[in-house]
């Protein structure tokens, strides 16, 4: 299995993502959960979908890449 890559930038709250080995799944930080992953890896709440109904999802941040703004 490859390596994840790290990211250039640390994921922050408010920040777009793309949601690695998800088939293309984007969206938005809306909470970091803190240390609570397997060797005490950050955990964050993404919401991914848009009102009325979203969906959160939890991620480590090894799984998130930022996506930058043009």
């Not at 970091?32 to 009325?52: D, F, S, T």
Request: glycine share 12%; proline share 10%; aromatic share 4%.
């Amino acid at each position: 299995m490859p390596t994840p890559k790290k990211s250039a930038k640390n994921p922050v709250l408010g920040d777009r993502v793309k949601i690695r080995y998800s088939a293309g799944m984007k969206g938005r930080i809306v909470e970091l959960r803190g240390p609570l992953g397997p060797g005490g890896a950050q955990i964050y709440r993404v919401r991914v979908g848009r009102k009325p109904n979203p969906a959160y999802v939890e991620v480590r941040e090894d799984q998130l890449e930022v996506l930058t703004t043009t």
